[in-house]
Nanobody
Framework: QVQMAESGGGLVQTGGSLRVSCAAS????????MGWFRQAPGKEREFVAAINWNGGTTDYADSVKGRFTLSRDNAKNTVYLQMDSLKPEDTAVYYCARSRFISIFRTSDKYDYWGQGTQVTVSS
């Protein structure tokens, strides 16, 4: 009954790279905007990146621009977040989410399906 599942998190040193993935059922993945949010201990959840239904449009938070790259493979019902030049401040639980809207939004209230999250830890 798992509808969305993140994977690929782990421990990496400063400056290293990780790729996290989010696999979802076809019913909730296709024709939908997919987004990534993250939440660090003691901090509120924040927007990271999002990609529209056909991959033609992406949006990134200022804190990750130039370092993170978002892509999707609709045939595999999977979205990927490539994270390069990682910093300790990137340490957080990363959540995958789906929005029913075609347009990209940065607020969590626009997303109706959420994964359980995957831990990313960047050591200094």
């Amino acid at each position: 009954q798992v509808q969305m599942a993140e994977s690929g998190g782990g421990l990496v040193q400063t400056g290293g790279s990780l790729r996290v993935s989010c696999a979802a059922s076809e019913r909730i993945f296709n024709t939908a905007t997919m987004g990534w949010f993250r939440q660090a201990p003691g901090k509120e959840r924040e927007f990271v990146a999002a990609i529209n239904w056909n991959g033609g449009t992406t949006d990134y938070a200022d804190s990750v621009k130039g370092r993170f790259t978002l892509s999707r493979d609709n045939a595999k019902n999977t979205v990927y977040l490539q994270m390069d030049s990682l910093k300790p401040e990137d340490t957080a639980v990363y959540y995958c989410a789906r929005s029913r809207f075609i347009s990209i939004f940065r607020t969590s209230d626009k997303y109706d399906y959420w994964g359980q999250g995957t831990q990313v830890t960047v050591s200094s």
